[in-house]
């Protein structure tokens, strides 16, 4: 019998992505049998289906090149084949061809982000859009978005004891936030009214971010406009407004359910559990999230691409959003398992996130 040397698939030197045509049409049949039944596909149904005639003896020995490449495993002694990691992404980086949404599929994500303008906070207005693309896609629609970005329309500081305060934030939109402040020592409470009146001439209109720098800049040249301990009352609130990281990033889950749907073993509804499990680990999945908002348009994750994921061997496609200064405020996207309908989900995750930026900008 002649040995089958899985180098004789590729060019020299060339990489995976020059396989021949007659080992792409059988891989594509694999990832794509995959895609839509979750189970593994065998030489026999291949050879039904590929366009260029092939006996079952044939397929196998591509099927064997194919698995020497890393492309495809077994899962099962004697079973059909199903893609690797590796070999997803291969598929979509080299062989997928990406799919455009339908004119009604366009106009019901349009009509539900419609309800950005009418929603009465941002963040339930994305959740509306997640809500309608987790059921577009099957899959759990996640954001993650900056409470730094919303728009501040009045300030209100409480005097809880002698050297703390409530700081009460509320935001144009109707979000209220509110932070505890360390005061200085012998602060009156009329440098805490005077403080608040002197905020709420000047940040209106302003997220956090832009209030600050603006105080600060205004506390360096207007120092004379405001005695001591008021001073000090302001550049303690700046100063809490300058950290942030962790807890100035909302995430925002939709969906959880459809990832219950089409499970086909026990080991799927393992996989599930195991992804409830990361999805409840916020922290996580808001740093996998954080590494798109600097991306320009769709990332997708497959499996243990993100370390997060690994173990329920489950993918995200994801893309950062903006405000109408174009500036990125966030990112939405999906988490499924590694069959999600990559195709169809990647273009309606990008339409999603243009038409989001295209509403908070007005």
Do not use: C
Not at 33 to 52: D, F, H, K, Q, W
Not at 72 to 77: L, N, Q, R, S
Not at 134 to 139: K, P, Q, V
């Amino acid at each position: 019998m002649a040995q089958h040397d899985p180098i004789g698939l590729i060019a020299p030197n060339a990489g995976l992505a020059q396989l021949n045509e007659r080992s792409r049409e059988i891989f594509r049949q694999i990832v794509e049998s995959y895609l839509a039944t979750g189970e593994p596909v065998g030489s026999r149904n291949i050879s039904r289906l590929i366009s260029v005639p092939l006996s079952p003896a044939s397929v196998r020995n591509v099927m064997a090149d194919l698995e020497q490449l890393g492309l495809i495993y077994a899962p099962h002694t004697s079973a059909g084949r199903l893609p690797t990691e590796l070999g997803l992404r291969f598929f979509v980086d080299a062989l997928m061809q990406i799919g455009d949404l339908t004119e009604p599929e366009r106009q019901s994500i349009q009509a539900q982000l419609s309800s950005v303008g009418r929603a009465h906070t941002v963040e339930a207005a994305l959740g509306e859009a997640l809500t309608r693309l987790s059921g577009l896609t099957r899959a759990a629609a996640v954001v993650l978005t900056a409470k730094a970005n919303v728009r501040l329309k009045h300030i209100e500081f409480v005097r809880l004891e002698p050297e703390r305060a409530l700081v009460i934030l509320v935001a144009e939109d109707g979000q209220v936030e509110n932070r505890v402040l360390t005061l200085p020592p012998g602060v009156p409470s009329s440098a805490l009214i005077e403080a608040a009146n002197y905020l709420n001439a000047r940040i209106r209109g302003r997220t956090l971010a832009e209030a600050r720098l603006e105080l600060e800049s205004l506390m360096v040249q207007n120092k004379a406009e405001l005695d001591q301990l008021t001073q000090k009352v302001i550049a303690a609130g700046i100063a809490s407004w300058s950290g942030g990281d962790g807890e100035d990033r909302q995430l925002i889950v939709r969906g959880h359910a459809n990832l219950l749907e089409d499970l086909h073993a026990l080991d799927d509804l393992e996989r599930v559990r195991l992804l409830f499990d990361d999805l409840e680990t916020k922290r996580g999945v808001i740093d996998l999230l954080g590494r798109a908002e600097s991306a320009d348009g769709v990332r997708i994750f497959i499996g243990s691409e993100n370390k997060l994921f690994s173990l329920s061997g489950s993918s995200t496609i994801i893309a950062p959003y903006s405000d109408g200064a174009g500036h990125i405020v966030g990112v939405l996207g999906v988490i499924g398992p590694t069959r999600l309908n990559y195709a169809r989900v990647i273009p309606m995750v990008d339409y999603t996130a243009r038409i989001v930026s295209r509403m908070l900008g007005g």
